[in-house]
Protein backbone atom coordinates (compact mmCIF):
# COMPACT_ATOMS: atom_id res chain seq x y z
CA UNK A 1 0.00 0.00 0.00
CA UNK A 2 1.39 3.25 -1.01
CA UNK A 3 0.48 6.55 1.21
CA UNK A 4 0.23 8.98 -1.34
CA UNK A 5 -2.14 6.63 -3.54
CA UNK A 6 -3.70 6.38 -0.72
CA UNK A 7 -4.16 9.98 0.22
CA UNK A 8 -4.90 10.73 -3.17
CA UNK A 9 -8.33 8.29 -2.45
CA UNK A 10 -8.48 10.16 0.28
CA UNK A 11 -8.72 13.70 -1.48
CA UNK A 12 -11.15 11.57 -4.39
CA UNK A 13 -13.35 10.76 -1.79
CA UNK A 14 -13.82 14.17 -0.55
CA UNK A 15 -14.58 15.81 -3.67
CA UNK A 16 -17.04 12.97 -4.16
CA UNK A 17 -19.17 13.24 -0.94
CA UNK A 18 -22.15 15.22 -1.13
CA UNK A 19 -21.21 17.77 1.92
CA UNK A 20 -18.33 18.96 -0.43
CA UNK A 21 -20.36 18.94 -3.87
CA UNK A 22 -23.17 20.95 -1.86
CA UNK A 23 -20.73 23.37 -0.12
CA UNK A 24 -18.69 24.07 -3.26
CA UNK A 25 -22.10 24.41 -5.73
CA UNK A 26 -23.33 27.16 -2.88
CA UNK A 27 -20.01 28.58 -2.28
CA UNK A 28 -19.68 28.92 -5.79
CA UNK A 29 -23.23 31.06 -6.17
CA UNK A 30 -22.11 33.09 -2.90
CA UNK A 31 -18.75 33.65 -4.78
CA UNK A 32 -20.68 35.48 -7.59
CA UNK A 33 -22.67 37.73 -5.60
CA UNK A 34 -19.53 40.23 -4.46
CA UNK A 35 -22.40 41.78 -1.84
CA UNK A 36 -22.64 38.49 -0.38
CA UNK A 37 -19.43 37.19 -0.56
CA UNK A 38 -18.10 40.51 1.78
CA UNK A 39 -20.97 40.55 3.93
CA UNK A 40 -19.92 36.44 4.55
CA UNK A 41 -16.59 37.47 4.78
CA UNK A 42 -17.34 40.16 7.14
CA UNK A 43 -19.14 38.08 9.37
CA UNK A 44 -16.43 34.94 9.32
CA UNK A 45 -13.88 37.45 10.24
CA UNK A 46 -15.49 38.71 13.61
CA UNK A 47 -15.91 34.90 14.24
CA UNK A 48 -12.69 34.44 14.14
CA UNK A 49 -11.25 37.16 16.14
CA UNK A 50 -14.00 36.34 18.96
CA UNK A 51 -12.74 32.21 18.93
CA UNK A 52 -9.16 33.18 18.07
CA UNK A 53 -9.52 35.24 21.41
CA UNK A 54 -11.33 32.24 23.39
CA UNK A 55 -8.32 30.12 22.14
CA UNK A 56 -5.87 32.41 23.40
CA UNK A 57 -7.36 32.47 26.81
CA UNK A 58 -8.11 36.47 26.37
CA UNK A 59 -11.67 38.07 27.34
CA UNK A 60 -14.44 37.79 25.00
CA UNK A 61 -17.14 40.36 26.37
CA UNK A 62 -20.55 40.21 26.16
CA UNK A 63 -20.64 42.80 23.13
CA UNK A 64 -17.87 40.31 21.46
CA UNK A 65 -20.25 37.81 21.30
CA UNK A 66 -23.48 39.65 20.56
CA UNK A 67 -22.14 41.33 18.38
CA UNK A 68 -20.76 38.22 16.32
CA UNK A 69 -24.83 36.91 17.03
CA UNK A 70 -26.43 39.67 15.57
CA UNK A 71 -24.44 39.44 12.50
CA UNK A 72 -25.19 35.94 12.20
CA UNK A 73 -28.74 36.92 12.50
CA UNK A 74 -28.65 39.40 9.87
CA UNK A 75 -26.26 36.87 7.70
CA UNK A 76 -29.03 34.09 8.23
CA UNK A 77 -31.69 35.98 7.06
CA UNK A 78 -30.87 35.53 3.60
CA UNK A 79 -31.87 31.96 2.00
CA UNK A 80 -28.63 31.66 0.17
CA UNK A 81 -26.69 32.75 3.04
CA UNK A 82 -28.04 30.37 5.73
CA UNK A 83 -27.37 27.93 3.13
CA UNK A 84 -23.77 28.08 2.73
CA UNK A 85 -23.66 28.50 6.56
CA UNK A 86 -25.51 25.13 6.63
CA UNK A 87 -23.38 23.16 3.71
CA UNK A 88 -20.31 25.22 5.28
CA UNK A 89 -20.52 23.82 8.86
CA UNK A 90 -21.59 20.00 7.59
CA UNK A 91 -17.99 20.44 5.52
CA UNK A 92 -15.93 21.30 8.64
CA UNK A 93 -17.41 18.79 10.74
CA UNK A 94 -17.00 15.88 7.75
CA UNK A 95 -12.81 17.49 7.79
CA UNK A 96 -12.43 17.63 11.62
CA UNK A 97 -13.83 13.70 11.76
CA UNK A 98 -11.78 12.97 8.81
CA UNK A 99 -8.46 15.29 10.73
CA UNK A 100 -9.28 13.30 14.08
CA UNK A 101 -8.82 9.63 12.17
CA UNK A 102 -5.58 10.75 10.99
CA UNK A 103 -4.75 12.54 14.22
CA UNK A 104 -5.17 9.46 16.44
CA UNK A 105 -3.28 6.83 13.57
CA UNK A 106 -0.29 8.90 14.53
CA UNK A 107 -1.51 9.82 18.44
CA UNK A 108 -1.73 13.58 17.65
Do not use: W
Amino acid sequence: MNVYEEAHALERAIKESEEYKQYKEVKDKVESNEQMKNMLDDFHKKQLEVQTKMMMGEEVTSEMQQSVQDLYQIVAADPLAAQYLQCEMRFQVMMQDVFNILGETVKL
